[in-house]
């Protein structure tokens, strides 16, 4: 298929995400993002909830999800999230496919639950007990791939658990086992941007990688 015929698919959904944001106010975010780019996947966009721009990244829970399943990827229908500034986050993702079944984009629903959060946090006080908390999963919507890059590398850094100057090969090669789970390599450049965070050469951590495989 070719690249017009996937804009042709990508345009049929803007009309779709305008509808859907007019329909919900400023609350709410509609996002569409092309994946043949994923280090400036967002190509359209309508209200602002997250503060990106055309142009951001896809996030790393996508990375992640897209690495580990490709084009058997479900859509994530009414999940929440937490922003890295605290927003609470009710999302939706579907999953863009063309013809044949891959999958070439996605478009998101980004809903600002915070202030229903928040009377939920004073209603929860006076029903202490009756249920357990639920603490959603962060998940970072970056302005750009470096901030993507990151956040993939801290919550490596914190899977594995041992300071950086102190890994020996053997951490080393559970860090990188970590970061291509998360779907780090599907960033162009990564095992150079990885090969600088670890102090090692670029051969070195394509060494570590086949030592996972």
Do not use: W
């Amino acid at each position: 298929m070719t690249a017009n015929e996937h804009q042709d698919i990508f345009k049929r959904y803007i009309p779709i995400a305008d509808m859907i944001a007019a329909t919900f106010g400023s609350r709410c975010e509609v996002v569409i993002h092309n994946l043949r780019d994923l280090e400036s996947s967002l190509i359209y966009i309508t209200g602002n909830v997250t503060g990106r721009k055309i142009g951001a990244p896809t996030t790393e829970v996508i990375l992640k999800e897209l690495v580990n399943q490709e084009d058997g990827i479900k859509d994530r229908l009414g999940q929440v999230t937490r922003t890295e500034d605290g927003k609470f986050i009710r999302t939706s993702t579907s999953f863009i496919r063309d013809s044949r079944g891959k999958v070439i984009g996605f478009m998101g629903i980004n809903f600002d639950i915070s202030a229903f959060a928040e009377m939920e946090s004073v209603i929860s006080e006076f029903t202490a007990g009756m249920n357990d908390a639920f603490v959603p999963p962060k998940e970072s919507y970056a302005q750009s791939v470096g901030e993507v890059f990151e956040k993939l590398i801290d919550d490596a850094l914190k899977e594995v658990g041992v300071p950086i100057e102190k890994m020996k090969k053997s951490d080393k090669v559970r860090f990188v086992k970590k970061l291509e789970e998360n779907g780090v390599f599907l960033i162009q450049g990564a095992a150079e941007r990885i090969s600088a965070v670890l102090g090692v050469t670029k051969q070195s951590v394509y060494n570590y990688l086949d030592e996972t495989r």
